[in-house]
């Protein structure tokens, strides 16, 4: 399970780093992607899009700061670190669970 852990990891890095595409390489043609709004984006192509207009509106930063197993779902509790356009910064901790195919990410809900 650890390559899916190294995943996981590598793909937070690269939206850190807005980098899209080392971002997407970890995610499956048919991801579901919870946008934190309570609705799911489906698809690799939609999610691109998303974290794009996401970068344009803050500079978001996502920390991993505890990986765990729960039967076939990885539980991630992250920190959000928002800078705002104004300047303004907000920090928010938060739970991703990932669910795979394969050694790909298939889904991340935020509980």
Same mark, same amino acid.
């Given at each position: 399970?650890?390559? #899916? *852990?190294?995943? &996981? #990891? ?7 780093? %807005? ?9 499956? /043609?048919? &991801? ?15 999610? /691109? !899009?998303?974290? /794009?207009? @996401?970068?344009? @509106?803050? +500079?978001?930063?996502?920390?991993? *700061?505890?990986? /765990?197993?729960?039967? *076939? ?7 959000? +670190?928002? %800078?705002?356009?104004?300047?303004? #910064? ?12 394969? *050694?790909?990410? %298939?889904?991340? !809900?935020?509980?």
């Amino acid at each position: 399970m650890m390559k #899916r *852990e190294d995943a &996981v #990891r590598s793909t937070y890095d690269a939206y850190n780093a %807005r980098d899209l595409p080392r971002a997407l390489a970890n995610l499956s /043609a048919d &991801v579901d992607w919870d946008d934190g709004e309570g609705n799911m984006i489906h698809g690799k192509d939609a999610v /691109a !899009r998303h974290w /794009a207009d @996401q970068w344009r @509106q803050a +500079d978001a930063k996502v920390e991993i *700061e505890h990986l /765990a197993w729960q039967g *076939e779902e990885l539980r991630l509790a992250v920190r959000l +670190d928002v %800078r705002k356009p104004d300047g303004s #910064r907000a920090q928010q901790p938060l739970a991703n669970t990932l669910s795979f195919a394969g *050694e790909l990410i %298939r889904l991340m !809900r935020i509980p």
